[in-house]
């Protein structure tokens, strides 16, 4: 029978643990987070932050999807990508998981230089954060995750102004709260050549701090949904205004129109 020598626990041995403070959140199932499949779509400046929070928070098995290459106006919001990167124009999926992983001495980031629309492994995941600057590839993420039955935590940012919503399948999704202003958008996108290949690439103001904040409230929904307090998630969307310093919770309904709830639930 161990003595109460042997159980007793050494001053700074928990210390040694680099998810101990982690441990001491109650509601947090780390053995979840760590088991969790999970997929980050886009590895700019949200993928970064996004990747960065997974990681630290224990995720260790992640696939991260992006088809775009380093370039220097990356650099004044992205943590994991570095000068080299750009001046050899590498692949952000590939840098920003190398670099993840250093940070925690595990191979928990995995890869995969493509497009979205092309990737297949929607119903291996257990769940996906977007974190795309463009609605066509939002919308198509969206549609995806409803069609699978995968949560998705999508976020987006616009200057000082960012926006996180929580996609579950009993809930409104990206297209139902998609406006007229997205879809014009969208048609610029793709009016010049009626392809996916665009001619219309808007360069939008971005800095960290507005990215930060957004990404972490996205990592945050993931712990609460992985964790099984789905219930304490964002239920509709949240809007952050960075200048006026406020976050709101606008209220979002199931437009009868989106075709999205007749594949992810047959009752609406
Ligand atoms: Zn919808």
Known sequence: ???????????????????????????????????????????????NEVVKGLVLSGFLDITLVDMDHVVMSNLNRCVLLRPEDAGNSRAKAPAVAERANRLVGRDAVHPMVTRVEEFDGWNSMDLVLGCLDN?????????????????????????????VQVIVDEGPCLQCTTNRSHYAVLERRYSCTGSATTLYRPHMAAEITTTSVVAAVQVREALKLVSGMQIACIRHVMYYDGMAGTCEILEASINPGCPNHYTCSPSH
């Open 1 to 47: 029978m161990p003595s109460i020598a042997d159980l007793a626990m050494r001053p700074g041995e928990e210390d040694e643990d680099r998810l101990d403070r982690s441990r001491l959140m109650a509601w947090l199932n780390l053995d979840a987070i760590s088991s969790c499949r999970c997929l980050v779509v886009g590895a700019g400046a949200l993928g």
């Open 135 to 163: 609605i066509g590839a939002r919308l198509h993420v969206n549609a995806r995750c409803c069609l699978a039955g995968i949560p998705y935590v999508d976020g987006g940012t616009d200057g000082m102004r960012g926006k």
